[in-house]
């Protein structure tokens, strides 16, 4: 959905500042809907959020409403919510058939709207992206409070333009606030994390002596970039990594490739496409080799990890880049560039990576850096600023 300069008129009818609470009637069983998704990185502020309003009340119904890629609904279910996907129409079809684009994306607005008015929520919350849009218009229109979440420090292209509607914008990073029109409402909460991740920062979790663990993290969608260059770190650094437990998150489509290449070379690992729960290895990890998603950030922040970085190298507005600098600017991280070819990203891995896991004293000051950043407390932030706006105490 191409996001246009101005907004449409009928999107303009409902300013901010004019907003009033919902026309519709709020009951005992208030309901939240989430708007947005596509990736774990945005999903999983939301269902921080949506968890910590049903822990609060029992009755209180969340949905989350955004694409039809099969591991947004697993991972939505997987955290016992509701999901309800959107057939949308994403810009490399724009470019193709602009007819279609325009058809099926505007289909999706009258889906979202038809949603809204049989579920007559109390709130939408967008969570970024191209499938947080619909709900959040067809919400501006009928005067419902909007809050989004940005994760990143350079906001994403929906948040941009729907910051116009929402009452208030929860950013992660304080630099957001001046990449964002200046009308919207911006409050720096950081970025929420599920209850169990939280609590890695008040308890300061160091992983326990014994087995050291290297975690990699692509990301919910894979990285192919980054795995070959970790398979070739390893394939040229076996010896470093003997005695080492090596856990990999490869995406669904290298998964075998990367197990058969660590078996191979008869390591001690555990390749999986996607880890719904990460919480166990973060307790767990010595060091990670990661992307630089914010959420995923947010997680290592709060787990203390130490960490090399391999932002994305061709993220929207290059952001991964901008984040991962955030997070070496506090001591908690390395950046690393992803090379042209697999053998060039493991040689950059190896000089960075390998005198950190040799050196203890050098971890313990990063687990530091990450800890300044952590926010355990994003969530109740967040839920705070969706109480002022729903009048809830």
Same mark, same amino acid.
């Given at each position: 959905m191409t996001l246009p300069a101005q907004l449409p008129p009928s999107a303009r009818l409902t300013p901010p500042d004019r907003l009033t609470r919902s026309a519709q009637a709020v009951t005992a069983a208030p309901t939240c809907l989430f708007a947005g998704g596509g990736t774990g990185g945005h999903l999983l502020p939301g269902i921080a959020v949506a968890r910590q309003l049903i822990? *609060? $009340?029992?009755? &209180?119904?969340? /949905?989350?409403?955004?694409?039809? =890629?099969? /591991?947004?609904?697993? /991972?939505?279910e997987a955290h016992h919510c509701s999901h309800q996907g959107l057939l949308l129409a994403g810009l490399p079809l724009l470019r193709r058939n602009p007819f279609r684009?325009?058809? &099926? $994306?505007w289909q999706a607005c009258r889906t979202a709207a038809k949603l809204l008015d049989q579920e007559r929520p109390q709130v939408v919350i967008g969570l970024g992206g191209l499938a947080s849009v619909p709900l959040v218009l067809a919400a501006a229109r009928r005067k419902i409070p909007i809050v989004l979440l940005e994760q990143n420090v350079i906001p994403g292209r929906a948040t941009r333009w729907l910051s116009r509607l929402a009452q208030t914008v929860c950013t992660t990073f304080g630099e957001t606030a001046r990449l964002l029109p200046a009308c919207a409402e911006v409050v720096q909460t950081g970025n929420p994390v599920r209850e169990e991740i939280a609590a890695l920062a008040a308890a300061r979790t160091v992983a326990p002596p014994g087995i050291s663990t290297l975690l990699i993290l692509g990301g919910s969608q894979g990285a192919e970039g980054l795995n070959q260059g970790v398979l070739h770190l390893i394939r040229s650094n076996t010896e470093a990594f003997r005695g080492w437990q090596i856990v990999h998150q490869t995406g669904a489509n290298q998964c075998q490739q990367v197990r058969e290449a660590y078996r191979s070379l008869q390591l001690n690992s555990v390749v999986e496409p996607f880890?719904?729960?990460l919480t166990p290895w973060y307790r767990q990890a010595t060091a990670v080799i990661s992307r630089a998603g914010a959420t995923t950030l947010a997680e290592l922040a709060c787990a203390g990890l130490p960490t090399v970085l391999v932002p994305y190298p061709h993220s929207a507005d290059n952001h991964q880049l901008r984040n991962a600098e955030v997070f070496a600017a506090a001591g908690g991280a390395v950046t690393v560039g992803q090379g042209g070819a697999a053998d060039q990203t493991g040689r950059s891995l190896a000089e960075v990576l390998l005198p950190v896991l040799a050196d203890e004293s050098r971890r313990a000051a990063m687990?530091?850096?990450?800890?300044? /950043?952590? =926010?355990?407390?994003? *969530?109740? *932030?967040? #839920?705070?600023? #969706?109480?002022r706006l729903t009048g809830d105490s």
């Open positions: 822990a *609060r $009340n029992s009755s &209180t119904r969340v /949905l989350f409403v955004g694409s039809q =890629r099969p /591991l947004e609904r697993q /991972l939505v684009f325009g058809w &099926t $994306n880890f719904h729960d687990r530091e850096g990450m800890w300044k /950043l952590a =926010r355990p407390e994003a *969530r109740e *932030r967040v #839920i705070a600023e #969706i109480d």
